[in-house]
């Protein structure tokens, strides 16, 4: 848990630096959600049960908010969003652990509910935006499509759920993009 909140620290630095690069590329890397899919994914996939994902994927999330936002405070100076800050915080203990949970047990069984799970993971980093967007955003958009491809073609247990899951995609992106835009509303 500890390597989960280091690593988490580390990626709140980086995402910041990023955002204030001036590199557009670096700047989408830290705030199109590709990057975060993938982290939180993967950590489910590498844990050992269902709740060790879930405490391990929350713990790198909420350590990589207080990173992000204490690194612009203190460092920065462009003083503290405590309402985002929060925000970032309750999905870190909410559907973060959630989405590790999930990619926990659709790595490990087969059939539709986990190709679903996985598609679903795709669909949120796919939904993102950066793809309609591609002439802005050419390296997210790349990006996209390879943690998509990683999610549906290489985490599934067998052939059987990752054709599940790619059939899936397309429709859970659509899902993914219209809970994105709520959450945006919330948070903007």
């Known amino acids: 848990m500890a390597l989960a909140a280091v690593l988490g620290g580390g ?6 630096a990023g955002d204030e690069s001036g590199w557009r590329w670096a700047a989408d890397l830290g705030s199109w959600p590709a990057a975060w ?13 269902v709740r060790a994902a879930a405490v391990r994927a929350g ?16 460092v920065l100076h462009f003083g503290w969003n405590v309402r985002l800050l929060v925000a970032w915080l309750v999905l ?4 973060v652990p959630l989405t590790a949970a999930g990619a926990h047990s659709a790595t490990r069984r087969t059939g539709w509910l ?10 949120i980093t796919l939904g993102g935006g950066a ?20 999610l549906v073609v290489v985490l599934p247990r067998d052939g059987r759920t ?7 995609t397309l429709p859970l992106t659509w899902v993914a993009a219209q809970l994105l ?6 948070l903007g």
């Open 162 to 168: 990752r054709l599940g899951a790619l059939l899936l």
């Open 37 to 49: 899919v993938l982290a939180v994914a993967l950590i489910g996939w590498r844990a050992p049960t």
């Open 11 to 16: 990626a709140g630095i980086a995402a910041k």
């Open 59 to 74: 713990v790198f999330f909420a350590a990589m908010t207080v990173a992000y936002y204490a690194w612009a405070a203190v």
């Open 181 to 186: 835009d709520v959450l945006r509303a919330v």
């Open 114 to 123: 986990p190709a679903a799970l996985l598609a679903l993971a795709a669909g």
């Open 131 to 150: 793809l309609g967007d591609a002439g802005d955003h050419p390296v997210q958009a790349v990006v996209d499509v390879l943690v998509a491809g990683v």
């Open 92 to 95: 870190s203990a909410t559907a």
